[in-house]
């Protein structure tokens, strides 16, 4: 299979599961092509450090060619099924398209003494020092897209002076513009009932990554969702039978009276009294016509007393939820029916009438709020699009669309791609499940010339698995990966085009890859759009590995606070269970470490670097997990990722600076003095804000204590003349003990990244340092593939592409939840629904719930295939139905029953669901690793124990 994946001669299109070595495969292909004299070679990668590591690798291996013995360098040119063979027509074999057909036919070598094998090692030794005249460019999509606009800055419409930036302080700029903009104060009152400031702001960034504005997007949604022109009032008729409805039901039932009284109230108007408004049932039947035809009963009201009235009416004639048409049977009883023969007719007539405003009203509303975000956009689009051009900058959308528009542009395409620094003759694609649809069309224009029948022999090789493909919301279209191997395969003709399936994992042993199998056979479409088997093959088949599944942790609910009892250290989110959880995982890899626990795969000792704690999203838990890591002394990178504005320790801080800018700010000294530096309770700032009149926080503060006011005065002076670096540093020398007191050690790690934040600003302006930071809420990315001997805590996105030999899989028992008020189509055109139903919205609603559980799975198989030898499942209750955790147990059977510790949350065994049972745990002690033993805070061990009593 590799032999012909790696065969310069074909285009091969590679489907590589998880673990089967596909940046090897990828770099073989490389040394393959450069071994057969073969140039301008295009590497084109997800991510940077793909690109370097690609890189190094090939660097690597050309420069021990260089220098290593002859039997050595020969072992490795075998190993490429790299040999001169006497007769060219032999030495490829042409398998079919769809199949790897038979082996390539070396049935003679030449001996490694002739002088046509003495040129190949030559040429094989010499790579290194020729590597750069050989035209190799490893580089993600969007470096080529910015070098290739960079080249061309006339014919893609650019400053040539253009520079590459993610441009989030300008985002915050223009947002602060937009929002004082008149043109679209009337847009901004339609929708600040709905949505908040900060959401607003992320809502049009994301509306900024995901599309352009368009001219037809109004009527685009419009024509969608079947929205009116406006919506009209109830008619006269319609208002006489719900009036007469509302007669009827008044003799009826309880239910029917209740009903009676909501109709009422829609067609009263206003000062009417009801028993002046309409007579008797038995009068209406013996004399037709006594209600005055004068008397107008229209209600002339604004839209949102028609939307309350029709709202009312909906409880009624509708299904509370779905809005549907209810049973006549369930509007009025059997009895009122019969009594009454009109009944049936006037509830079928005024449902109909009232299911159609409704759905019309759903429909308008949908439709105004929409436009009016539209309306917004625009505007932002065009501030956003101008102050680029003023200050010649490009954000990582402008670079991809531009290279498209440039590649796709007939007029420029032939020359552009005729004098770019080097021909491409040969295009390698990483990752290629990843990939967005304006991606595929720039790879697409730029291979289209290979497959044109001409003698030269140009190549595409695209190596990846559908079944990690995880990144939809930064625009990846998994449908695209089995569509575009077809599509390449038919501009092929299927002629020298080979198509492989790589399922040997060499990362995984047989157990946790035998756990995926029998997961995801249950899944074959939803997580790879085909009815395939998904099988994986071990390589380390002789190897031992282990399963581990915990029992569900049972949900304990915190006492009832008393009114004003605030629990000022409690955390979001916080239950009995996340914190348990927390401290098992600790206590046992504190043990494995303290113990001298050894790996039996590699036989030697288990170190931190060795585990890695998986979560789906960053939430309470990773904090108390870090934080229980810590207290044990075992060294932990505790976050991949995170905004330094997120923590309560930065906004104390902030707080506390704004303070100190203005004395005024009486919010800001409240904040920083209930904050760890300064510890006020709630009486304490009761006491000086209390009767204060119009008297500062800060004057009173004087009086009421006498050495803070001291402190801060302190702070003032300092912040006036130091820069924000010296007066943060000072706060902090005492500050940080403080902070890590009440909010835990985990709280070290983001203040040393504010810190690093406060030394990498340049700008000695302590106003200028809190707006900044205010305003853009800085991204912290740590690098887990750096060698740092320490336990690694991150998303699974994150994971991707790495692998441990320990893997704890927690956050397990919920399933993704698309309470999105905001929801966008397949053309990424944006619909406001709110809380209003709209058929076409709904169907949208569906189709996103089916691809984000889709996804779900897939980040599932990512999560679990990261696991070299021992997997660990950890949950709580409740576990919802089609969670992870669900999955694993239900679908991952048989499993052996083991009864192990689970310490501290049980001071017994417990029963635990594993594979290999019999797996061996074997202790060496070894005197230099000291971890000291883990205290246990008897107040949530006690309370949790009286639950699984």
Not at 174 to 196: G, H, M, P, R, S
Not at 378 to 392: G, P
Not at 546 to 555: R, S
Not at 578 to 587: E, F, K, N, S, T
Request: glycine fraction near 2%; charge should be negative; include cysteine.
């Amino acid at each position: 299979m590799r032999k012909n994946a790696i065969n310069p001669n074909f285009s091969v299109w590679v489907n590589a599961s998880a673990g089967t070595g596909k940046t090897k495969i990828l770099i073989d292909r490389v040394l393959r092509l450069l071994l057969e004299n073969k140039r301008n070679i295009l590497c084109l990668t997800f991510t940077n450090a793909a690109a370097n590591e690609m890189e190094n690798r090939i660097h690597s291996t050309l420069s021990r060619w260089a220098i290593c013995s002859e039997s050595v360098l020969v072992a490795d040119l075998e190993q490429l099924d790299f040999f001169p063979i006497p007769s060219q027509s032999s030495l490829f074999c042409h398998p079919s398209s769809t199949t790897l057909g038979s082996q390539h036919p070396y049935l003679s070598r030449v001996t490694l003494g002739s002088r046509e094998n003495k040129d190949y090692l030559t040429r094989a030794r010499r790579l290194f020092s020729e590597l750069e005249n050989l035209g190799l460019t490893i580089q993600t999509i969007h470096a080529f897209c910015y070098k290739l606009i960079s080249r061309f800055p006339i014919e893609a419409g650019i400053a040539p002076n253009c520079t590459l930036s993610e441009c989030k302080e300008l985002h915050s700029i223009i947002f602060n513009k937009v929002l004082y903009n008149e043109t679209v104060q009337d847009d901004i009152n339609l929708i600040a009932t709905e949505i908040d400031e900060n959401k607003l702001r992320d809502l049009l960034y994301t509306l900024c990554i995901k599309r352009s504005i368009s001219a037809n997007d109004s009527k685009y949604i419009k024509d969608k969702l079947s929205a009116p022109d406006e919506i009209h009032d109830l008619q006269s008729e319609t208002t006489e039978h719900i009036k007469r409805l509302a007669e009827i039901l008044s003799e009826g039932s309880k239910r029917d009276q209740s009903y009676s009284e909501i109709l009422y109230s829609t067609v009263i108007p206003a000062g009417i009294q009801k028993e002046n408004m309409w007579i008797p049932v038995s009068a209406t039947f013996m004399t037709p016509g006594l209600v005055d035809p004068s008397v107008s009963y229209s209600d002339d009201t604004g839209m949102e007393q028609k939307d309350t009235r029709i709202e009312d009416l909906a409880k009624v004639f509708l299904k509370s939820e779905s809005h549907e048409k209810k049973s006549i049977s369930s509007i009025a009883t059997k009895s009122t029916l019969e009594k009454f023969r009109d009944a049936e007719q006037i509830i079928e007539s005024v449902q109909n009438v009232v299911f159609t405003h409704i759905k019309d009203m759903n429909s308008y509303q949908i439709f105004k709020r929409t436009s009016s975000l539209l309306g917004i956009f625009k505007v932002y689009v065009d501030l956003y699009s101008s102050e680029k051009s003023k200050n010649a900058l490009l954000d990582y959308n402008d670079i991809i669309g531009l290279a498209t528009n440039l590649l796709s542009n007939p007029n420029y395409k032939d020359w552009i791609l005729f004098n770019l620094d080097q021909k491409i003759d040969h295009i390698l694609v990483d990752e290629a499940q990843d990939n967005s649809i304006s991606q595929w069309k720039i790879i697409t224009n730029l291979c289209d010339e290979f497959f044109a029948g001409n003698d030269e022999k140009r190549t595409l090789f695209v190596v990846g698995d559908v079944k990690q493909s995880i990144y939809r919301f930064q625009g990846a279209n998994p449908h695209l990966f089995n569509y575009m191997q077809q599509y390449f395969h038919t501009k092929t003709g299927g002629r020298d085009w080979v198509s492989c399936q790589l399922e040997k994992s060499f990362r995984s042993t047989p157990e946790v890859l035998m756990l995926v199998d029998r997961i995801f056979n249950n899944f074959r479409a939803e997580i790879s759009f085909v009815d395939n088997e998904i099988k994986h093959v071990p390589h380390r088949e002789n190897d031992q590995g282990y399963i581990e599944i915990w029992p569900a942790l049972p949900k304990c609910k915190e006492k009832e606070q008393r009114a004003l009892q605030i629990p000022l250290t409690c955390k979001e989110g916080y239950t009995i269970a996340d914190r348990l959880l927390a401290q098992a995982i600790a206590h046992k890899i504190h043990n494995w470490l303290n113990e001298g626990r050894i790996l039996v795969a590699k036989d030697r000792h288990i170190e931190p670097r060795d585990i890695v704690i998986l979560v789906r999203q960053r939430n309470v838990l990773v904090d108390y997990i870090i934080s229980e890591l810590k207290k044990a002394s075992v060294p932990v990178v505790g976050r991949d990722y995170f905004r330094i504005m997120d923590y309560i320790a930065v906004q104390d801080l902030i707080a506390l600076a704004e303070f100190l800018l203005l004395q005024a700010n009486n919010l800001a000294l409240a904040n920083a003095l209930k904050s760890p530096l300064f510890n006020f309770t709630e009486d304490d700032l009761f006491n000086i804000a209390y009767d204060r009149k119009e008297q500062l926080l800060w004057e009173k503060l004087q009086d009421y204590h006498k050495v803070i006011y001291s402190e801060l005065n302190y702070l003032i002076n300092l912040s006036r003349i130091e820069s924000p670096l010296t007066l943060f540093t000072h706060i902090l020398r005492t500050g940080k003990k403080k902070f890590a007191a009440r909010l835990g050690l985990e709280c070290f790690e983001v203040l040393d990244e504010f810190m690093n934040l406060v030394l990498q600003f340049e700008n000695p302006s302590l106003q200028a340092f809190v707006q900044w930071i205010k305003e853009n809420n800085p991204e912290i990315k740590n690098d887990m593939q750096s060698e740092r001997n320490a336990v690694r805590i991150m998303t699974i996105h994150k994971s991707k592409g790495l692998q441990a030999p320990i893997v704890f899989l927690v956050d397990t028992n919920t399933v993704p939840r698309n309470s999105e008020s905001i929801i966008f189509d397949g053309t990424e055109v944006p619909f406001w629904c709110g809380k209003n139903n709209n058929a076409y919205c709904d169907q949208v609603k569906r189709e996103k719930k089916l691809e984000d559980y889709n996804e779900y799975l897939r980040l599932l198989y990512v999560a679990l295939t990261r696991a070299e030898d021992e997997l660990y499942i950890l949950s709580k209750e409740p576990v919802q139905k089609g969670s992870w955790y669900d999955l694993i147990t239900q679908y991952g059977e048989p499993y052996e029953k083991k009864q192990t510790y689970l310490q501290p949350i049980f001071k017994e065994k417990v029963e635990v669901l594993c594979v290999n049972a019999n797996y061996p745990y074997i202790y060496k002690k070894r005197d230099y690793f000291d971890v000291p033993v883990i205290s246990l805070p008897p107040n949530l061990s006690m309370s949790f124990q009286c639950l699984t009593l």
